[in-house]
């Protein structure tokens, strides 16, 4: 059964930093690439930063580049994101997801969704 | 950035009702399109794939439609789970964008 469980998130004072962990199981973690999707109170859904299955590739939201960073650890089965010079619109219910697999054609984008960690923004 | 405009934003229905929700790309995505199903508190859940594939576990009420820039998602027969707020996600180019939501509401 595939599983993402996030962690990390918490309460952070304006500036801060917090660093978000997404444990997987139940998939060949190293074959795929990964998501980070955030969703502040109330609001929709917004994409935040992509990694590729080696790390090669890295992308990010214009809202975060440059303040956030993914990395994982495909011998941990383990993706994150760093937070740095956190703002009070970061508040958000941060979710990693599955994208897709570079020896699987037939994987689905964002097929698998972890329960969220809630990062809040304030002081 | 590819905008993903999704409609209505919210609709109020029966059950039974037939439900559509549309959404429009600013530029052709061809097929790459999610939708997802969200229930308060809880993960967005993937229903459809590819515009028009279906997620293994769901309902053969739900359905997906369309390529390049329109896309549908109807619920055949709306059921009480289904009261939700519904998302389209467009995997075509970086960044992946979302609509805005579309929330389904009890009439």
């Known amino acids: 059964e595939v599983q993402l469980v996030e962690s990390g998130g918490g309460l952070v004072q304006p500036g801060g930093s917090l660093r978000l962990s997404c444990a997987a199981s139940?998939?060949?973690?190293?074959?795929?690439?990964m998501n980070w999707v955030r969703q502040a109170p109330g609001k929709g859904l917004e994409w935040v930063s992509y990694i590729s299955s080696s790390s090669s590739t890295i992308r990010y939201a214009d809202s975060v580049r440059g303040r956030f960073a993914i990395s994982r650890d495909n011998v941990k089965n383990s993706l994150y994101l760093q937070m740095n010079s956190l703002r009070a619109e970061d508040t958000a219910v941060y979710y990693c997801a599955r994208d897709q697999s570079w020896n699987d054609v037939a994987s689905v984008p964002n097929d698998y969704w972890g329960q969220g960690t809630l990062v809040t923004v304030s002081s | 950035d590819i905008q993903m405009t999704q409609s209505p934003s919210s609709l109020s229905a029966s059950i039974g009702d037939r439900v559509t929700i549309t959404c429009r790309a600013s530029?052709?995505?061809?097929?790459?399109l999610n939708w997802y199903q969200q229930k308060p508190g809880k993960a967005p859940k993937l229903l459809i794939f590819a515009a028009s594939s279906l997620q293994n576990g769901v309902p053969s009420r739900f359905s997906g439609s369309g390529s390049g820039t329109t896309f549908t998602l109807t619920i055949s027969s709306l059921q009480p789970e289904d009261f939700a707020t519904y998302y389209c996600?467009?995997?075509?180019?970086?960044?992946?964008?979302f609509g805005q939501g579309t929330k389904v509401e009890t009439k």
């Open positions: 530029q052709s995505i061809y097929t790459h």
């Open positions: 996600l467009q995997y075509s180019s970086v960044p992946q964008t």
């Open positions: 139940g998939f060949t973690f190293s074959t795929y690439s």
